[in-house]
C-alpha cells in the first residue's frame, strides 16, 4: 500500500506541560490502496468504488480547546465534499465502512423496502432503498443495521459503520464541553457539543450536554441552534417534568407570538401538574388557541374543575367560533364566582350571576338538559366534556333519574378504560330497563379483564338471554365463545 501524507506540526499548551503532536494536513484525501480507487481530485465530486470491504482508518487527533475550531473546519470540510462510496450487492454480508460525509450507495440490490432494524440516533440520516438503489448518509458515528426485502421475502441485511475521519477521546472532548460551560463560552460550546454529537451519539450525557447548550443559548438570540437542540432531545429522550417545562417556556420564548404548542406537550397526563399548569398559562397568554389545546385543556378541567379554566375555555371557544361550548363553559365559570368577560357574547346563555333555589319545576328540566349534552358529548367521544356535564347532572338528581345518569357516566368511565369507577357506577343501579342488555355486557367485559372468569360469564349470560338479538345481546355471544 503506498499512502501520500505531509505532516504539520502543532504545539499545544496544556497546563503547565508543551504536548507535541503530528496531524496529518491531508486528512480529507483517501487512502489509495489497491483495493480502493479515487477517480476525482478533493475539489470536484469524488467517487469511491471499493472491490473489498475496506477497515477505513482513522487520524488520532489530540483534542484540546485550541484545535476545536481546526478540528470543526475539517470535519464541516468534509460534510461538503460530495463524495460518494460505491460497494457492489454482493459485498452486503459483510460490514460496510463510510466516512461521515460521504454518501453510501449500493446499485442493483436484488430488493425494494428496508426495515431499520437499529441506529445511533431516532434522526439525522438517511437510508433508503428507491427503485434497487440503496442509499445512506449520516453526520452521527456508529453502527447503522437494517434488512432487505423483496415485498414480503427476506433478502439480507445490511451493517453499514459510519465513521468520522478522525480518532479522540469520548474524556477530552467532554471536558472541554464543561471547560466552554463554566466559562460562558457559547461558541466554543457549540462547536465541542456539535463534535461530541457526531463522534459519540449514544453516550449517556448527550442529554446533560445539550441542557448546557440550551442553558448558555437561551440568552444569545441563537434560534435555529436552540430549536434544533429541542427537536433533538424531544426526539432522542425520555424527558422528565421539568425538563419538559423548560423546553415549552423555551419554545414559547423563541416563537412569541406565532407560537402553537407542539402535540408532544399535549399527550396529557393528570399527575404532571406542574406541566398543565405551565401549558394552562401559555394559552392565556395567547389570543386564539388551536382545538388540540383546547382538548388538553378540557382533559384538564376535567380533573381540577377550576373556574379560572372554565372561563380560559368558555372565551377562547367563543373566538373559535363555537359559540355553544364557549357558552357552557362560560356558565360554569359564572357559576362560581368568575365574571365573565364584557366582550363576551351572551347569546344564549342562562344568566347565573345570581344563585338560583331549584325548585322541583326547575330542577328536572336541568337535569334532564345536562343529561342530554352529557350523552352528546359521549356520541362524540369527547368523553372528559361528558363526565364535565353527567358529574353537574348527578349532583341535583333526583331519585328517579339517578340510575339513568349512573348508567351513562358508567359508560362513559368504561370507554375511557376506567373500570373501577366504571363498575363503582354500575353497582350503585338499582334498576335498569331499556339498557339492561348493555350494562350487563359492560359488566361481563370489566369482570373478564378483572379476573372474574365466572361472574363475567353469568353477566354476559344475562346480557344474552336479556335480548338475544339485539347488538349487545350478539356481542355477548361472541364474547362468552372467548372464555
Not at 97 to 125: A, H
Not at 413 to 425: E, P, Q, R, T, V
Request: glycine share 6%; charged share 20%; net charge neutral.
Amino acid at each position: 500500500m503506498q499512502i501520500e501524507q505531509s505532516f504539520a506540526l502543532f504545539f499545544i499548551k496544556e497546563g503547565s506541560m508543551k504536548k507535541l503532536f503530528i496531524l496529518s494536513a491531508t486528512a480529507l484525501l483517501f487512502f489509495s490502496c489497491s483495493n480502493l480507487q479515487t477517480n476525482l481530485p478533493l475539489s470536484g465530486k469524488t467517487s469511491i468504488t471499493t472491490t473489498k470491504n475496506p477497515i477505513l482508518p482513522q487520524n488520532s487527533f489530540y483534542l484540546t480547546n485550541s484545535g476545536i475550531d481546526y478540528l470543526s473546519d475539517l470535519v464541516e470540510r468534509d460534510l461538503n465534499s460530495n463524495a460518494t462510496r460505491v460497494y457492489a450487492p454482493s459485498q452486503i454480508s459483510g460490514v460496510l465502512e463510510t466516512y461521515i460525509g460521504e454518501t453510501l450507495k449500493i446499485t442493483g440490490l436484488n430488493g425494494n423496502r428496508l426495515k431499520i432494524i437499529s441506529t445511533p440516533v431516532k434522526s439525522g440520516f438517511n437510508f433508503s432503498l428507491i427503485n434497487n438503489n440503496l442509499e445512506f448518509s449520516s453526520v452521527y458515528q456508529g453502527l447503522y443495521t437494517a434488512e432487505v426485502y423483496n415485498d414480503f421475502t427476506y433478502m439480507g441485511t445490511i451493517r453499514i459503520k459510519n465513521k468520522l475521519k478522525y480518532d479522540f477521546t469520548e474524556k477530552d472532548n467532554y471536558d472541554i464541553i464543561l471547560d466552554s460551560y463554566k466559562n460562558q463560552n457559547l461558541d466554543l460550546l457549540e462547536k465541542s457539543a456539535q463534535l461530541y454529537l457526531m463522534a459519540f451519539p449514544t453516550n449517556n450525557k448527550q442529554k446533560d450536554v445539550s441542557f448546557m447548550v440550551l442553558d448558555l443559548g437561551a440568552g444569545k438570540g441563537n434560534n435555529l441552534l436552540l430549536n434544533n437542540k429541542i427537536k433533538y432531545l424531544k426526539e432522542n429522550f425520555s424527558l422528565t417534568e421539568d425538563e419538559k417545562v423548560k423546553l415549552l417556556l423555551l419554545e414559547e420564548k423563541i416563537n412569541q407570538n406565532n407560537f402553537v404548542i407542539d402535540n408532544y406537550y399535549l399527550n396529557y397526563n393528570k399527575n404532571n401538574l406542574k406541566l398543565n399548569t405551565a401549558i394552562k398559562r401559555i394559552i392565556e397568554r395567547k389570543t386564539t388557541a388551536t382545538n388540540e389545546e383546547l382538548g388538553f385543556l378540557e382533559k384538564f378541567y376535567g380533573d381540577v374543575e377550576d373556574p379560572e379554566l372554565a372561563s380560559t375555555l368558555g372565551n377562547l371557544y367563543i373566538k373559535n367560533g363555537d359559540i355553544n361550548k364557549g357558552n357552557y363553559y362560560n356558565s360554569l365559570a359564572s357559576e362560581n364566582g368568575i365574571t365573565l368577560n364584557s366582550n363576551t357574547p351572551s347569546q344564549d346563555v342562562l344568566d347565573t350571576s345570581t344563585p338560583i333555589v331549584p325548585t322541583i319545576e326547575t330542577t328536572i328540566p336541568v337535569i334532564n338538559k345536562n343529561l342530554s349534552n352529557g350523552r352528546d358529548a359521549l356520541n362524540r367521544k369527547s368523553y372528559n366534556e361528558a363526565l364535565i356535564f353527567f358529574n353537574k347532572a348527578i349532583t341535583n338528581t333526583k331519585e328517579n333519574d339517578l340510575d339513568n345518569i349512573l348508567f351513562y357516566r358508567g359508560k362513559t368511565y368504561f370507554l375511557m378504560g376506567n373500570y373501577d369507577k366504571a363498575i363503582s357506577d354500575f353497582n350503585n343501579i338499582k334498576s335498569v330497563n331499556e339498557n339492561s342488555s348493555e350494562l350487563y355486557y359492560y359488566l361481563g367485559v370489566i369482570n373478564h379483564k378483572q379476573g372474574n372468569i365466572d361472574k363475567a360469564k353469568e353477566y354476559l349470560r344475562k346480557s344474552r338471554e336479556n335480548n338475544p338479538s339485539s347488538t349487545w345481546g350478539r356481542k355477548s355471544s361472541i364474547y362468552l365463545l372467548k372464555l
